[in-house]
């Protein structure tokens, strides 16, 4: 190991606290955490040169590869500039270009308006805060909780994390934040009680596919359905496209699969093609126009850094290159690559009990040839991402579902690396017993 890297490792296990991690594992002396240092594209190196594919997309976020001359170009132009500028009580072309982009993906007199701040988790909880906001002032104060999707993922900031039903991580909070009704399918949603319905501000729900509740897909036309029944209700519906916005799932947005506008639209982790923290709330001009009038009737909310003028120039630079390099009609026969190579990948490895596929986002999720989930105490997952680095593939599993969801500007020939470095991995066989529990 090379000096730097040993002082790296070992100042961080002093000193820093990682997101969702098990410190005590990480901080053991055996633990050798990688030390990224570079990126190219795909690719990822760390402090000894090693190379990986990135294949989540560094946690979801990177788009058009690292380092793409044209997004570097732009946050280095905004840079000569200046940095950071406060968007309370000034605005600067950035934003304004921004924000008249981002309302131009959708039809006219639909989605006008735009919010910024900085993460997921702040852009749904804008959408939370308006939404209660709005029904405050505009005489239905009543409705001021929400219907969520059972096992939905929205953030981890107090309100967000009050929607989000991934029980390994939000027991603890329960009871803190905003009062909710979980449902898990349109026919649930159907069934509520009156008295619930009128109750809610809105609906909120990750569009098409749930990330962190394993990539888990909802049914063809399910959200057209939605938008329907929101419609009848009298309730808003709220997509968060934190994780599908960009074309992820094959198109722009995963609500124009089935022409849907939502009234409010969250998108953060791909807008700035991953390069910079920046998210975005988009609602009408319905929504805002409550907010107009006496001074109590603001929206007062707003963080530090909302609108930075960098971020801006990155998310600018991002759609400038979905132009230039046609990055959805180029992508289409990608998502068919990986689709097969995802089937001929399952076809080998009996442990693969199920492949789930959204566009560019897929879970290969293991089980036990018996159709049993592993034993949670073995940390399947973890430990084949773990093996997988040896075979150049950088991915995090979310339980026993392996992850893959590279930038979308990965090649054929990249994702071919990936799978097979999946296969090389499941083909080792590292510490699964591969035999029927009754065996
Ligand atoms: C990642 C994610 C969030 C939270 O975004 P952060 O930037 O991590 O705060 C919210 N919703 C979905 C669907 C996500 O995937």
């Given at each position: 190991m090379r000096d730097d890297t040993r002082r790296w490792i070992e100042a961080d296990k002093a000193h820093c606290w990682h997101p969702f991690t098990r410190q005590g594992e990480w901080g053991a002396p055996d633990h050798e955490p990688i030390v990224i240092t570079r990126g190219q594209g795909s690719w990822l190196w760390d402090s000894e040169g090693r190379r990986y594919l990135d294949g989540n997309s560094s946690i979801w976020t990177n788009l058009h590869g690292h380092a793409h001359p044209v997004s570097d170009a732009a946050i280095r132009t905004q840079l000569e500039k200046m940095a950071h500028v406060s968007f309370l009580g000034f605005t600067h072309p950035g934003a304004v270009e921004l924000a008249a982009r981002l309302c131009a993906f959708f039809p006219e007199n639909s989605l006008e308006r735009v919010f910024f701040s900085d993460d997921g988790s702040t852009a749904i909880e804008c959408a939370l805060k308006m939404a209660v906001q709005y029904r405050l002032q505009s005489g239905a104060p009543e409705r001021r909780q929400f219907i969520v999707f059972s096992n939905g993922y929205h953030g981890d900031t107090l309100g967000a994390a009050s929607l989000g039903g991934v029980d390994r991580f939000c027991p603890r909070f329960k009871g803190h934040g905003y009062e909710v009704t979980p449902v898990s399918s349109m026919a649930a949603l159907r069934a509520l009680p009156k008295t619930t319905v009128e109750k809610s501000a809105a609906v909120v729900i990750e569009p098409l596919i749930q990330g962190v509740n394993e990539m888990r897909p909802w049914p063809a036309g399910m959200l057209a359905e939605l938008r329907a029944w929101c419609d009848r209700s009298g309730v808003h519906l709220i997509l968060d496209e934190v994780m599908t916005g960009f074309g992820r799932t094959g198109r722009m947005f995963a609500c124009q699969h089935e022409n849907v506008v939502p009234d409010f639209l969250c998108l953060a982790k791909g807008l700035t093609g991953g390069t910079l923290p920046m998210a975005a709330t988009l609602t009408t001009e319905t929504i805002y126009a409550a907010f107009l009038g006496t001074p109590d009737r603001a929206f007062y909310y707003g963080h530090s850094y909302t609108a930075n003028p960098l971020g801006c120039a990155a998310a600018l630079a991002s759609l400038d290159i979905f132009q230039q390099e046609e990055t959805l009609a180029q992508l289409a026969p990608k998502i068919d690559h990986l689709r097969a190579g995802l089937a001929a990948l399952k076809a080998a490895h009996p442990l693969i009990h199920e492949v789930r596929q959204c566009g560019f986002i897929s879970g290969i999720e293991l089980r036990q040839l018996d159709g049993r989930p592993f034993?949670?105490?073995?940390r399947l997952g973890e430990a084949i991402c773990l093996a997988a680095r040896t075979h150049g593939l950088l991915t995090r599993p979310i339980l026993d579902t392996l992850v893959l969801m590279p930038p979308?500007?990965?090649t054929c020939a990249e994702l071919d690396q990936a799978l097979a470095a999946l296969d090389n991995t499941l083909a080792a066989n590292p510490g699964i017993d591969t035999r029927p529990a009754n065996a």
């Open positions: 034993p949670a105490e073995q979308l500007s990965t």
